[in-house]
């Protein structure tokens, strides 16, 4: 990172759904990755972007930016949220669809991550943290373009068709940009004949972005997306008998908000629907039987607000979200979901900076819960900043896990109760011009945590709540970037996340859960630039709990030669066999070529 890098950086406004927040003046652990970091990265969808990240275990069944599931920090991928311009994209159905997202990679400003229970941030399913991925809102016009190929070299598999695995993706991002409003339109499309039998995929994005201005006090902002996927689910459920499987998932998403302020008071109303539809076929070619069709829809409702006063900034709000779902094996079924919250941000002293509040929520299946929470830090010095933060959150049970009658593979549990977390960290972070290192222990306590689990291989996994699930937590991030010589930089970042998770449990089940928790998780990388050339090598090390270990390692080369960017990449450069999550290998040695073009209104 370029010190011109560094200083965009601290400008990042954290767009919390209660209060916006300067990066720099954060109060709890948040990392952000730009656009120019993205850039750099050998990755070919956001999926890949995601597991650069330290503490974020990303889990692909489908690569090429298909199936996958995202968790934090040693938790499920139910136990954390992903939001788009604050906007939640919780499936109430299962969070395996969460990702599938309607926003390329050229639309992206930059990825916000906040670790640890975050109800009193972003409410429900915040359990362990989230993801907020925030679109360009420039105010200027630009469009870009870009172009990706790539392909292992490998012959297709018998019965797969002929030649070999390969495939290629193209996206557009136009904005129109004036001093009172930024419309953005984005378009992408990727399609692979797969890595190995049956992985074939095709994925469409659809997505809008405009901002509004009146004037100075009152603005307008509309959002809307939709995403298409369709792919070959070889290995993702029940293997080895749905090595013929296939799957449909499909999305959309609308938001129209706005903001009104009134000297110190402002407030933003704002009303959002997402919509999904999943139809899983076990057997492509005879989908008369086997065939899992899925209908849900989330309408959210909310207001949001905040005054500054003397003694600092209140936030205070209500939100609502009424879920449905029709689904040929989990039934009809709707719930509503209402919260309200409270929150203080101030600052005692030059010193202490602090953010308290609390979350209440009610849900019609669970009653009422209140989630509290409290984040301090302590300016040192300039460079040195010490950080603690106390905080809780709960975990809804998703329709899956309460209705699901697919026997004889998974049957639900209606008794389910919802997971609820407390969650403990402290840091302490230096940074002096491109220099950055933090260092943290987190705790994190779950009660009434749901796993699948089953006596024997007889019988089919059903969700109980299984106990207490408790992870003690160490990490540490070093980044540092310099000039060696005019028109020449080097730099390197490491992260490096260990976990130790315990569950405690009276029955004596098997947990699923323990077999896929991660342990180890060691992210390295070193990038180095000469004029408009740069090379960039990642490389990822991790060791799941029952898992041998695995390394992966990313290459890629760019060339910037006047609007265009040319850049080639090899990822998993050692040819190493993995898989992430199902019955699923990874992609072995794939090799890439793309090209972008960009213009910008000067």
């Known amino acids: ?50 597991t650069y990240i330290g503490g974020v275990d990303i889990r692909q069944r489908g690569p090429f930016g298909t199936q996958t599931d995202v968790a934090i920090d040693g938790g499920t991928s139910e136990q954390t949220i992903v939001l788009i311009n604050g906007v939640k994209m919780i499936d109430s159905q299962t969070a395996h669809n969460m990702m599938n997202i309607p926003v390329p990679l050229s639309a992206i400003d930059h990825i916000e991550v906040l670790r640890g229970a975050a109800a ?51 996206e557009i991002t136009g904005i129109y940009g004036t001093d009172k409003q930024t419309q953005l339109f984005s378009i992408s499309q990727n399609k692979y004949n797969g890595q190995r039998y049956n992985s074939a995929s095709k994925n469409t994005r659809l997505f809008y972005n405009g901002n509004y201005d009146f004037n100075t006090n009152h603005s307008l902002q509309a959002m809307a997306g939709y995403a298409f996927s369709r792919f070959g689910a070889n290995g993702f459920y029940a293997a ?3 090595v013929n499987s296939e799957e ?13 302020s009134w000297g110190n008071f402002t407030i933003s109303p704002r009303i959002s629907n997402r919509y999904g539809e999943d139809d899983y076929r076990y057997f492509k070619y005879d989908i008369s039987k086997g065939r899992s069709m899925h209908y849900t829809n989330a309408l959210m409702l909310e207001l949001n607000a905040s005054l500054d006063t003397k003694i600092g900034t209140f936030g205070f709000g209500w939100e609502s979200r009424l879920e449905e779902i029709n689904s040929s094996n989990i039934g009809e079924h709707k719930r509503d979901n ?4 409270a929150e203080l941000k101030t600052k005692i002293g030059d010193k202490i900076r602090t953010s308290a509040g609390l979350y209440a929520n009610y849900n019609t299946d669970y009653d009422w819960q ?19 933060s106390i905080g809780s959150g709960q975990r809804i049970p998703s329709f899956t896990d309460l209705y699901l009658d697919q026997r004889p593979g998974n049957v639900g549990n209606e008794s389910l109760e919802p997971e609820n977390a407390w969650s403990y960290e402290g840091n302490i972070q230096y940074q002096k011009r491109s220099f950055q290192f933090k260092t943290g222990y987190f705790y994190r306590n779950i009660t009434d945590f749901i796993d699948w689990v089953r006596d024997d291989a007889s019988e089919p996994y059903t969700p109980i709540n299984f106990g207490k699930n408790k992870i003690h937590g160490l990490y540490g991030r070093v980044q540092h970037h ?50 408009d050339f740069s090379i960039q090598l990642k490389n990822r090390w991790l060791k799941r709990e029952l898992a041998s270990a695995y390394h992966i390692t990313d290459l890629r080369v760019n060339y910037q030669l006047n609007k265009f960017l040319l850049y080639t990449e090899i990822t998993n450069l050692f040819d190493e066999e993995y898989t992430e999550a199902g019955a699923v290998p990874m992609p072995t040695r794939w090799f890439g070529l793309g090209v972008k073009y960009q213009w910008n209104q000067l």
């Not at 965009?8 to 916006?20: A, C, H, P, S, T």
């Open 248 to 260: 449909i998932v499909e999305s959309s998403v609308f938001s129209l908000s706005s903001k009104h």
């Open 482 to 531: 310099f000039e060696l010589a005019p028109q020449q930089k080097l730099g390197y970042d490491l992260s490096y996340h260990y976990l130790k998770p315990s569950l405690e449990n009276s029955e004596g089940n098997q947990s699923k859960y323990t077999l896929e928790s991660l342990k180890h998780q060691l992210i390295t990388g070193v990038n180095y630039q000469y004029k």
């Open 370 to 388: 209140v989630y509290p929470g409290i984040d301090v830090a302590y300016l040192i010095n300039d460079a040195w900043t010490l950080s603690t």
């Open 240 to 242: 080895p008998g749905d």
């Open 1 to 50: 990172m370029s010190q011109n890098q560094t200083q965009k950086l601290d400008e990042v406004i954290i767009q919390g759904n209660r209060l916006e927040t300067p990066f720099s003046k954060t109060n709890r652990d948040i990392q952000v990755i730009t656009q120019e970091q993205i850039e750099a990265l050998p990755v070919k969808s956001l999926n890949e972007v995601l």
């Open 120 to 170: 009193r941030v972003y409410g429900i399913n915040a359990l362990t943290g989230a993801i907020n991925i925030v679109t360009k809102k420039e105010r200027r016009s630009s469009v870009t373009a870009k172009l990706q190929t790539g392909s292992s070299f490998k012959s297709k598999d018998e019965g797969d068709g002929s030649g070999i695995y390969a495939g290629g993706s193209a």
């Open 338 to 341: 209402h919260g309200a919250y």
